[in-house]
């Protein structure tokens, strides 16, 4: 079973849709006293992990795939290797907002 598509985006407050805007979850309600504010960094949370999860695995694999290719460590530089592998996984850092 494949999940809703993404991007999945925040539709009110705290209710979060996919890309068809088909309705996925909510974090909660307003009318929890103190809890507002986080119910609504909570959908945020939710919808930026979602919505960048693809492309760090994806860079993940380009360093794991590099790193061991046919299973096994490889043991010599190749420093263009690293460069454009390094640059796809600041991208995706910097989509998450992790950097």
């Known amino acids: 079973m494949k999940h809703t598509p993404t991007p999945w985006k925040i539709n009110a407050l705290f209710n979060i849709a996919g890309a068809n805007d088909r309705p996925v979850g909510t974090t909660g309600s307003n009318g929890l006293e ?8 909570n959908a945020k949370f939710i919808v930026k992990a979602v919505n960048c999860h693809d492309d760090l695995v994806e860079a993940i694999k380009e360093i794991v795939g590099f790193c061991y290719p046919n299973g096994l460590f490889r043991g010599e530089s190749n420093m263009a290797g690293i460069i454009d592998i390094a640059c796809m996984a600041k991208e995706a850092l910097e989509k998450a907002d992790a950097i």
């Not at 103190?34 to 960094?41: A, K, S």
């Open 34 to 41: 103190g809890w507002y504010e986080e119910n609504i960094d």
